[in-house]
């Protein structure tokens, strides 16, 4: 990694490790599902990282950026990268989505599967347990149900000089909290009606730390989790938590959320007791063992179950339970020592609660190493001449601006995939903007320099004519005996590769050249066609151009020039007539016709979106452009997503969708040089 080996996420991660962090257990499997905890093995993988996109969208060349930071650092350092679904938002999203990122994660060679388990999350699938944590945060005084208007909690937020005003619903009692509370989970208050806000310091100078919103109501229809729930948690409360109940170590985000690392610093050291619900599988699985064990065990565990519970306070109703079972401990032991099944069984029980009591208990009981997950940022990665917000994106496929998702002119992962990038390339260009802390703007010609150094070494060659206008050779049947004579041609499949072998092809006396290949009256320093000058036809003869025909309107028809006998490329005669220009060609008699898309910017503004601009008043017109072009017969019966270097035109490849081994259809992935295409 000679790009990036300095970057400042690995050395964080060289850090940690060395000072011996991240050496806990995992329990694999589900985090959401508690029985998927009760194995408990110490972690395979010590360093995790997540990629969290919110299905609301086609993933794009930032989400290729962050998708590599994440999975390459995992795999570098033997660890783990989750691809959770951040689908905590039940109105943008959709299954199609779904799908569509997972193709493009896998299409771009990483896998969630690791350590013998398949690491792939759904956000909704923790929904309970964060309905949860926001009740324990009402229990505990550090969340409170606003019922301001909206328009009032925007007043009251205060401004970055001036701070905020506290709700008059601010310091009601918990039991208020709770009941309002329960009110919003069961559907009894209409959308806006109230929201949850933690209760953290209307004051601060960090305005995300002013009471910020942590649940809304919410009455919509769930890709995931259907009509189940009314209200959903805001997206800054939601990912800490799925951080830490995925037991990500390093949680790596985009520079904008900076500001929210407090926030999320300040929830997870609130729900510690909670996040440690994972050790209730495994007690109840001691508590098994235990039971299998006998009495003297038992007796001991309950002992100290006893000890750690005396030294809580008990106030919500778990607890109370709680309390309950210990005092029969107290009472009347030796009971309960006749009955030491009956005492599991209720103690099993109880473990369904989730309480932060038992979690305490429990700790008392086998202390664990716990880290929680830290928030690091990067600068997110801005490309020039392309948009990169899902919203915008949304909105050039809804307009009919492109074709779809997948339209060759977006930067989406489905739409370079279609363009013909290679998942090869891509990273490379990841790999070679680097991770840093400064932001800044990305060139899109890096992209294609990727692309060309990717494929250079590996696209095999052809000739191809994309503005074809017919070259007669007039003295072809004088020269060679015959009009339906044909010259066998072959070049090399690539020139570096000679063990690749060779394309034939042959020269007959009609073929298509490029239009631009000829000038009537040549400009200063043109070596190709015109009347009483001598070029090359790459791999061919010499020829020397004697004139053309014209229609009526003295379009050139056809371009007429005589075969120079003796002259073919690889004859010992070859060289005896010096030649300025070499053009390339393809016979009439063997020519594959194709329909070329010829892809340029899809914007003429390198930031068509910065500032607030509308980036639809910045369309490139000739973004596309469809040609009827002539291939060599090399290229008949291509499968699709082959591709191919055009000699002299650029890197192309067959569409994935449109292609026919019968009909051709090939994109343009880029130009040979840099700069503008056209
Ligand atoms: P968009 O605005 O396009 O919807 P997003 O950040 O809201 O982008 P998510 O689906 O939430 O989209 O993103 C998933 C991950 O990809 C996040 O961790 C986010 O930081 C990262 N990401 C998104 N865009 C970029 C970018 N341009 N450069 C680097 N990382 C990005
Ligand atoms: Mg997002
Ligand atoms: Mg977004």
Not at 353 to 379: I, K, S
Not at 583 to 594: F, K, Q, R, S
């Amino acid at each position: 990694h000679p790009a990036s080996s300095s970057n400042f996420l690995r050395q964080i991660i060289e850090r940690d490790l060395a000072a011996g962090r991240h050496q806990g257990r995992h329990w694999g499997g589900s985090p959401g599902d508690a029985d998927h905890h009760a194995r408990g093995v110490p972690d395979p993988a010590r360093i995790r990282t997540r990629f969290p996109p919110e299905p609301n969208g086609y993933l794009h060349i930032g989400h290729a950026k962050s998708i590599w930071i994440n999975f390459s650092l995992a795999q570098e350092y033997g660890g783990v990268c989750h691809l959770r679904y951040d689908d905590t938002n039940p109105e943008k999203e959709e299954q199609a989505y779904v799908d569509a990122i997972a193709d493009a994660v896998q299409w771009l060679g990483w896998s969630w599967h690791a350590h013998g388990t398949e690491h792939r999350y759904f956000a909704s699938d923790y929904f309970e347990t964060m309905a949860r944590a926001a009740e324990y945060l009402i229990e505990t005084g550090h969340a409170y149900v606003d019922e301001q208007t909206p328009e009032q909690m925007r007043a009251n937020r205060g401004t970055l000089t001036e701070p905020g005003i506290d709700s008059p619903w601010r310091d009601r009692p918990v039991q208020d909290n709770l009941r309002r509370w329960r009110e919003m989970l069961a559907g009894q208050h209409p959308d806006g009606a109230m929201v949850l806000r933690a209760k953290i310091d209307m004051a601060s100078p960090n305005i995300n730390l002013r009471d910020p919103t942590i649940y809304r109501i919410k009455h919509a229809t769930h890709h995931n989790t259907g009509d189940r729930w009314c209200v959903y948690p805001m997206y800054t409360f939601a990912h800490p938590i799925e951080d830490a109940l995925e037991q990500i170590t390093h949680s790596i985000c985009t520079l904008e959320f900076e500001d929210q690392r407090p926030f999320y610093d300040w929830l997870l050291e609130r729900l510690v007791p909670l996040l440690r619900a994972p050790h209730f599988a495994r007690a109840r699985q001691r508590i098994e063992d235990l039971r299998a064990q006998g009495v003297e065990a038992a007796k001991t565990f309950a002992l100290r179950c006893h000890n750690a519970a005396a030294k809580l306070g008990r106030n919500t109703d778990a607890e109370r339970r709680m309390a309950a079972l210990f005092a029969r401990w107290e009472h009347d032991r030796d009971a309960v020592l006749r009955d030491l099944d009956g005492f599991f069984e209720l103690l099993l029980a109880e473990l369904h609660h989730f309480t932060p009591l038992l979690a305490q208990v429990l700790t008392a009981y086998e202390p664990e190493p716990f880290d929680l997950p830290h928030q690091y940022e990067f600068a997110r990665l801005n490309l020039t001449y392309v948009v990169t917000s899902k919203r915008k994106l949304k909105a050039l496929v809804d307009e009919g601006i492109v074709a779809g998702w997948d339209d060759p002119r977006l930067p989406t992962i489905a739409g370079l995939r279609r363009r013909g990038y290679t998942p090869e390339a891509i990273r490379l260009f990841c790999e070679r903007t680097g991770v840093s802390k400064a932001g800044g703007w990305i060139d899109y010609g890096n992209l294609e320099v990727a692309l060309r150094d990717d494929l250079e070494g590996q696209a095999p060659r052809a000739m191809a004519v994309l503005d074809p206008v017919e070259l007669e050779l007039t003295n072809w049947a004088e020269v060679f005996g015959s009009a339906t004579h044909r010259e066998a041609c072959r070049a090399p499949l690539h020139p570096h590769h000679p063990g690749w072998g060779e394309r034939q092809f042959t020269l007959g006396p009609r073929l298509w050249i490029e239009r631009e290949d000829f000038a009537e009256q040549p400009p200063k320093g043109y070596f190709r066609l015109f009347p009483g000058n001598k070029v090359r036809l790459k791999y061919g003869y010499v020829v020397e151009c004697t004139g053309c025909e014209k229609d009526a309107q003295g379009q050139v028809t056809k371009v007429l020039a005589r075969v120079i006998p003796d002259t073919k490329s690889g004859t010992p005669g070859a060289d005896a007539i010096k030649v300025k220009g070499t053009i390339t060609w393809v016979g009439v008699h063997e020519a594959v016709a194709a329909q070329v898309r010829l892809y340029d910017r899809l914007f003429t503004d390198p930031q068509p979106d910065a500032g607030g601009k509308d980036f639809r008043a910045v369309l490139n017109p000739a973004s596309l452009r469809t040609v009827r072009g002539y291939v060599e017969p090399t290229l008949a019966n291509l499968p699709a997503e082959s591709r191919w270097q055009f000699e002299r035109h650029g890197y192309f490849c067959t569409d994935r969708l449109d292609h026919r081994p019968e009909q051709p259809v090939f994109n343009r992935i880029a130009t040979l040089k840099d700069g503008w295409g056209g």
